[in-house]
Antibody, heavy 123, light 106 residues
Framework: QVQLQESGPRLVKPSETLSLTCNVS?????????WGWIRRPPGKGLEWIGS????????YYNSSLKSRLTISLDTSKNHFSLSLSSVTAADTAVYYC???????????????WGQGTLVTVSS | SYELSQPPSVSVSPGQTATITCSGD??????VHWYRQKPGQSPVLVIY???VRPSRIPERFSGSNSGNTATLTISGTQAMDEADYYC?????????FGGGTKLTVL
């Protein structure tokens, strides 16, 4: 049974870096899936942050976040991480990690999601 | 950048058919996937590749995609189907979500 679980600080100060980890169990992150981050700001809809794959190290980032964003894999711990720098109140959201199916260069659906974690940006 | 448009809200009576649309330029040329999100819960995949239903999703959920519009249909809608629904596609190396539709069953 595949499970994903987010962890990390729930409160981040403005201008600092938001860092989250997604622990994966039941499947290796070196398998042929992409691993993604999605967020949902309060009162708004889902926003894709980025996805990456161990295969070829291929990654795709939301262009609006690209300059502040790093997503990485740690195969020794079977987890992947999100780092978002220079955060503002607009980055306050529930952050989800998810497994994403892919076919060649085309990324598809997110079939397994973590429970989500609310990160608040505030001083 | 590519955009997917959904109606903000849809209302349906119990037992009736709910239809939620998702519109985008030449959307029929892409795969569309649908998620259901209830308050305080993570999104759940209900339809992938336009019309394929995951095994754990009830048969009353179905999907189609043609032209510029993809449609999620819930037949015999139940109170438990009340939730936010999102469509999703892949375009120009980016994942795109629709703005979401709040389905009210009343």
């Amino acid at each position: 049974q595949v499970q994903l679980q987010e962890s990390g600080p729930r409160l981040v100060k403005p201008s600092e870096t938001l860092s989250l980890t997604c622990n994966v169990s039941g499947v290796s992150i070196t398998s042929s899936y992409y691993w993604g981050w999605i967020r949902r700001p309060p009162g708004k809809g889902l926003e894709w942050i980025g996805s990456l794959s161990y295969i070829g190290g291929t990654y795709y980032y939301n262009s609006s976040l690209k300059s502040r964003l790093t997503i990485s894999l740690d195969t020794s711990k079977n987890h992947f991480s999100l780092s978002l720098s220079s955060v503002t109140a607009a980055d306050t959201a529930v952050y989800y990690c998810a497994r994403q199916a892919a076919q060649g260069m085309s990324l598809n659906w997110f079939d397994t999601w973590g429970q989500g974690t609310l990160v608040t940006v505030s001083s | 950048s590519y955009e997917l448009s959904q109606p903000p809200s849809v209302s349906v009576s119990p037992g009736q058919t709910a239809t939620i649309t998702c519109s985008g330029d030449k959307l029929g040329d892409k795969y569309v996937h649908w998620y259901r999100q209830k308050p305080g819960q993570s999104p759940v995949l209900v339809i992938y590749r336009n019309s394929v239903r995951p095994s754990r999703i009830p048969e009353r959920f179905s999907g189609s995609n043609s032209g510029n519009t993809a449609t999620l249909t819930i037949s015999g809608t139940q109170a438990m189907d009340e939730a936010d629904y999102y469509c999703q596609a892949w375009d120009s190396s980016a994942v795109v979500f629709g703005g979401g539709t709040k389905l009210t069953v009343l």
